[in-house]
């Protein structure tokens, strides 16, 4: 495929569609999941490849807690395998990780696992990875208000950017979503405001560089007008001529 013309600087992905992959195969859910993570690597190779900066994914919401009991300890399991046998080849393909969402209740190894991943590859500089595990919209704008309100802060619409859980990268640019369904689930509420949707049929598992290359060539093609009219954005696009 040719390259597109405009790589996003950041893309979000909603990495959905594991279960149903593992279900028409007659294979339990959590080996749809395990071909999930190996998407994900794939997907994380990809993106640094085509020079993307920011790759924020949707690894466990806050409402996935509500699965059965038997998924969601094969989740946490191989969330905690995951981060052991990834992280040392992330951290030697030049990734930053880190990782979004409610730490307290995780696993004290967990935790233990997310912070040295996350201090390991602290100064790596070719992507920096976002995994928003056990991450919500709505739980991420409440603890930036009371980050806030803790530090004696007025809400403002600057206070808050500067304390959700992304602040330390852009607002995503596109946001993609697997599996069929066209709909957020909570993901990245107050930072997907001017972000560009693109939605794909495609099962989790089955994303690969061809579909990535649809999402960003359909992204090209859009027009961003961050409320503004298609008239001004022409007028911005023309050189002034010094006279
Ligand atoms: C996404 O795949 C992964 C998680 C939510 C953890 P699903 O498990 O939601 O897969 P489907 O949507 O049931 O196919
Ligand atoms: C969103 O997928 C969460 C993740 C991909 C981690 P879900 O499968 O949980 O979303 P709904 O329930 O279909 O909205
Ligand atoms: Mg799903």
Same mark, same amino acid.
């Given at each position: %495929?040719?390259?597109p013309?405009?790589?996003p600087? @950041?893309?979000a992905?909603? %990495?959905?569609?594991?279960?149903?992959?593992? $279900?028409?195969?007659?294979?339990p859910?959590?080996?749809? @999941?395990?071909? /999930?993570v190996?998407?994900?690597?794939?997907c994380?190779k990809?993106?640094?490849?085509?020079?993307?900066?920011? !790759?924020?994914?949707?690894?466990f919401?806050?409402?996935?807690?509500n699965r059965?009991a038997?998924?969601? $300890?094969?989740? %946490? $399991?191989l969330f905690?395998?995951?981060?052991?046998?990834?992280v040392?080849?992330?951290?030697?393909?030049?990734?930053?990780? @880190?990782?979004v969402?409610?730490r307290?209740?995780?696993s004290?190894?967990?935790?233990a696992?997310?912070e040295?991943?996350?201090l390991?590859?602290?100064?790596n500089?070719?992507?920096?990875?976002n995994?928003c595990?056990?991450? /919500?919209?709505?739980w991420?704008?409440?603890q930036?208000?009371?980050?806030l309100?803790a530090? /004696?802060? &007025?809400?403002?619409? *600057?206070?808050?950017?500067?304390? %959700?859980?992304?602040? @330390?990268? &852009?607002d995503?640019? !596109?946001v993609?979503?697997? /599996?069929g369904?066209q709909?957020?689930s909570?993901?990245?509420?107050?930072?997907t405001?001017y $972000?560009? #949707?693109? #939605?794909?049929?495609? !099962?989790?598992?089955?994303?690969?560089?061809?579909a *990535?290359?649809?999402?960003i060539e359909?992204?090209?093609?859009?027009?961003?007008r961050?409320?503004?009219?298609?008239?001004?954005l022409?007028?911005?696009?023309?050189?002034p001529t010094?006279?």
């Amino acid at each position: %495929m040719t390259s597109p013309s405009v790589v996003p600087h @950041h893309i979000a992905i909603v %990495m959905d569609g594991n279960g149903r992959w593992a $279900s028409k195969r007659f294979l339990p859910r959590v080996v749809g @999941h395990k071909q /999930g993570v190996d998407a994900l690597r794939r997907c994380v190779k990809a993106c640094a490849d085509r020079g993307v900066g920011v !790759l924020t994914v949707f690894a466990f919401s806050s409402e996935n807690w509500n699965r059965p009991a038997e998924e969601v $300890s094969g989740l %946490m $399991s191989l969330f905690a395998m995951a981060l052991t046998r990834e992280v040392p080849q992330l951290k030697a393909d030049g990734v930053q990780i @880190h990782f979004v969402g409610e730490r307290t209740t995780l696993s004290e190894k967990v935790i233990a696992g997310i912070e040295q991943a996350e201090l390991s590859t602290a100064s790596n500089t070719r992507l920096i990875l976002n995994v928003c595990f056990n991450y /919500g919209g709505r739980w991420d704008i409440v603890q930036a208000a009371e980050k806030l309100v803790a530090q /004696g802060q &007025p809400v403002t619409e *600057l206070n808050l950017n500067g304390a %959700m859980a992304l602040a @330390h990268v &852009p607002d995503p640019d !596109l946001v993609i979503r697997t /599996g069929g369904e066209q709909r957020i689930s909570n993901f990245l509420l107050w930072q997907t405001a001017y $972000s560009e #949707f693109y #939605f794909s049929d495609k !099962l989790w598992p089955e994303f690969d560089e061809e579909a *990535l290359d649809l999402a960003i060539e359909a992204f090209s093609q859009r027009e961003r007008r961050f409320g503004k009219t298609s008239g001004q954005l022409a007028e911005q696009a023309i050189i002034p001529t010094v006279v």
